[in-house]
């Protein structure tokens, strides 16, 4: 069936340092994939997204890459600063499915000072 | 512009009762999602509606339904509600096509006692 698998589900750094968020889909034909913050009491987010036919885009500091071949999407966020800490989710939109998002299970991103 | 606005946000009900949620998609959106998100099940698609069409349905009981106005407003409605509903209902609006951003309201914060 349709999946998102996310990981970590927790991840810890430094102010300053490099964050790195992985996912795995299972729909090979699913083309869009969106990455929400959700801050706590919020709603979620967009803050990147990539489509099938790009292999990876950047926006300042966050970038999402993209491997088809192997059915997985990452987001990196460099030079991370206190407000970036979230929660993070990836999705993969269904092929065929229009606005049908399927979304990972979240990853909790704390940045200390 | 005005962003998708939710009401109401928060609702306290009983086993067994109904509630309805109402969603107000940004001007223009004409597609409708339900997502219903819990700390262990993360974002999970319960439907989306276009033009008053059901176009995607996910993996609810018949008990979760919803519906579509010639406005694009839209609502979702749980009958014989159970303690598992207890959730945060999010609605997003797209524009018709898909792979198109996905912009969340804040959401109704229902809570069954």
């Known amino acids: 069936g349709e999946n998102v698998e996310q990981h970590p589900s927790t991840l810890s750094v430094q102010e300053g340092d490099s964050a790195v968020i992985k996912c795995t889909y299972s729909d090979s034909a699913s083309n869009y994939f969106p990455w929400y913050k959700q801050e706590l009491g919020k709603r979620p987010q967009l803050i990147i997204d990539i489509r099938s036919n790009v292999g990876e885009k950047k926006d300042q500091r966050i970038a999402v890459t993209l491997n088809k071949t192997a059915k997985h999407f990452s987001l990196h966020i460099t030079e991370t600063q206190p407000e970036d800490s979230a929660v993070y989710f990836c999705a993969a939109m269904v092929s065929g499915g229009y606005n049908k998002l399927i979304f990972g299970a979240g990853t909790r991103l704390a940045v200390h000072p | 512009k005005a962003g998708v606005t939710q009401t109401p946000r928060y609702l306290i009900k009983t086993r067994g009762q109904q509630v309805t949620l109402s969603c107000s998609p940004i001007?223009?959106?004409?597609?409708v999602s339900w997502y219903q998100q819990t700390p262990g099940q993360g974002l999970q698609f319960l439907f989306e509606y276009f033009s008053e069409t059901q176009r995607n349905k996910g993996n609810f009981p018949g008990r979760f339904s919803g519906r579509q106005f010639s406005n694009s407003r839209s609502e979702m409605n749980v009958s014989t509600l159970e303690l598992g509903d207890s959730a945060l209902y999010l609605c997003a609006s797209s524009l018709a096509t898909g792979n198109t951003e996905a912009f969340f309201g804040q959401g109704t914060r229902l809570t069954v006692v």
């Open positions: 001007s223009g959106h004409r597609s």
